[in-house]
Each structure stands twice: as structure tokens, then as C-alpha cells.
């Protein structure tokens, strides 16, 4: 199985930081990944698709690179509703597999 | 609007027995892969099983293969979850979600059914 390792599991930032989220997969997988934010009690949400493509009706502050093993989410000037639990998910082979994702705390 | 709406989650007993269905709305869902995803209480998201369109290709994590069964109803637009020998490890937000494009990416989700498995 591919194990996709995610840092920092934590992070607090102001608003209208810049951030950045890493996923590590344990092995090349293309650019076969993808990004989700949940919200406390919610389900999650596509954010980023195939590495770098941003999913229809996502704001243009997010965005995602990388591809072969390492791969990152960028939140450019972040507001209130930004703060939440991102997770990266590959989809190169099955299982299907997610990292342990990372959250977003108001500082 | 595409919607999804998961129903049957509740309270179980280790070994029993549930089905979780998924209603799906506003899309061709007979042309769609469908999937389970599920959240333990307070952790990350584990993918549980897929189903292509048409049933050809049916898959399961290890931690389910089987227990579950993935099955699909074109003509009720509905998407099930048969899940047997249930453990305590199964308690979680049971998610169906939409395989828009057939890469394994998923959008939308439905809003989750809780599964708790206790005696």
C-alpha cells in the first residue's frame, strides 16, 4: 500500500497568511493526488485534482504542485472560513489512500 | 444540484449486521464510479470500497474485504453498503461519495451516516 505522510499534522497561521501544506507518498505516484478541506461536522470537499488542476467553484487561493513523491498545498491570504483539516489522497493504485491530514488553527 | 444522501447508519452490536444505502440525485449515476469512505471519531479519512459503473470492477481495503459488499442499483439511483461481522473498528461517518471522472478522485460526498458499533 502507498502510504501518503502529510506535514505539519498542525499548523496555526493569521489571517491573511500564506501557507503551505507537504504530502510525501512512499512512492512515485505520478501526479496522481489530490487535496480535500473538512470543516468540523462536515463531509469533505475537493479542493485540488490530478496535483495541480483546481476543482470547479474553488477560489483561486488555493492551489497545488508536485508530482512523483512530494507534493504541497498553498493557501494564499487566508480568511476565517480557510480554517480546517486538509487531507491529500492518491489515487494511483488501490487502496485508495489518505494522509493523515493536517489542521489549520487560527493563531 | 448533484446530491447524495446516506441513510441506515445506527447502533450495532460486534458481529451484527447493517446496510447503508446512498441516494443519488442530479447526475447520470448509472455512468459514475461510486465509493464508501469512512471517519473513525476524531480521525482521518480511510477509503472503504469502490464500484465502477456497471459493476464491472468492485474493490475493498484489506480491512473490510470480506465483511462488506459494495452493490449498486442504476434504475433506484442508489449506491449500498452491506456490512457484516461488524467490530468495534468500524465505528465511524460512513461517506458515499462520486467518482466524477472516473480517476478515483472524489466530489461530491453526502453528508455521512453514523455507524456505531457497541455492545
Known amino acids: 500500500d502507498i502510504q501518503m505522510t502529510q506535514s505539519p499534522s498542525s499548523l496555526s497561521a493569521s489571517v491573511g497568511d500564506r501557507v503551505t501544506i507537504t504530502c510525501r507518498a512512499s512512492?512515485?505516484?505520478?501526479?496522481?493526488l489530490n487535496w480535500y478541506q473538512q470543516k468540523p461536522g462536515k463531509a469533505p470537499k475537493l479542493l485540488i485534482y490530478a496535483a495541480s488542476s483546481l476543482q470547479s467553484g474553488v477560489p483561486s487561493k488555493f492551489s497545488g504542485s508536485g508530482s512523483g513523491t512530494d507534493f504541497t498545498l498553498t493557501i494564499s491570504s487566508l480568511q476565517p472560513e480557510d480554517f480546517a483539516t486538509y487531507y491529500c489522497q492518491q489515487n494511483y493504485n488501490t487502496p485508495i489512500t489518505f494522509g493523515q491530514g493536517t489542521r489549520l488553527q487560527i493563531e | 444540484e448533484v446530491l447524495l444522501v446516506e441513510s441506515g447508519g445506527g447502533l450495532v452490536k460486534p458481529g451484527g449486521s447493517l446496510r447503508l444505502s446512498c441516494a443519488a440525485s442530479g447526475f447520470t449515476f448509472f455512468s459514475h464510479a461510486m465509493n464508501w469512505v469512512r471517519q473513525a471519531p476524531g480521525k482521518g479519512l480511510e477509503w472503504v470500497s469502490s464500484?465502477?459503473?456497471?459493476?464491472?470492477?468492485?474493490y475493498y481495503a484489506d480491512s473490510v474485504q470480506g465483511r462488506f459488499t459494495i452493490s449498486r442499483d442504476d434504475a433506484q439511483n442508489s449506491l449500498y453498503l452491506q456490512m457484516n461481522s461488524l467490530r468495534d473498528e468500524d465505528t465511524a461517518v460512513y461517506y458515499c461519495a462520486r467518482d466524477p471522472q472516473g480517476f478515483n478522485w472524489f466530489d461530491p460526498w453526502g453528508q455521512g451516516t453514523l455507524v456505531t458499533v457497541s455492545s
Open positions: 464500484i465502477s459503473s456497471s459493476s464491472t470492477y468492485i
Open positions: 512512492q512515485s505516484i505520478s501526479s496522481y
